[in-house]
């Protein structure tokens, strides 16, 4: 499986973003989709999953009501969606795939896309 993700970019805080993760190859129902990052000088950590057979989801305490993931199987897309960005967003976000929901030994990862909030 491949992973790919897309749409960081330069936002205010406060401000919306919408990332998107393409997957090629074949995904098994076992799999949770999601989303970790790593900002500079720190670890990496999780953000958001989602149960790839059904829409069970999971989050960071920190972006809880702010971020939104979803899924579209026909697609497979996994898609991020958030609002209410703050400053601490800013980081390298990369989309992963793994059997458990808080992404802690991915089997696959992507390449990141960057998201940087400014003040």
């Known amino acids: 499986v491949q992973l790919q993700a897309s749409g960081g970019g330069l936002v205010q805080a406060g401000g919306s973003l919408r990332l998107s993760c393409a997957a090629s190859?074949?995904?098994?129902?076992?799999?949770?989709m999601g989303w970790l990052r790593q900002a500079p000088g720190k670890e990496r950590e999780f953000v958001a999953s989602?149960?790839?057979?059904?829409?069970?989801?999971y989050y960071a305490d920190s972006v809880k009501g702010r971020f939104t993931i979803s899924r579209d199987n026909a697609k497979n897309m996994v898609y991020l969606q958030m609002n209410s960005l703050k400053l601490e967003d800013t980081a390298d976000y990369f989309c992963a795939a793994d059997t458990g929901p808080r992404l802690a030994t991915p089997i696959y990862r992507g390449q990141g896309t960057l998201v940087t909030v400014s003040s």
């Open positions: 989602i149960r790839w057979r059904d829409t069970r989801s």
């Open positions: 190859g074949r995904i098994f129902s076992s799999y949770v």
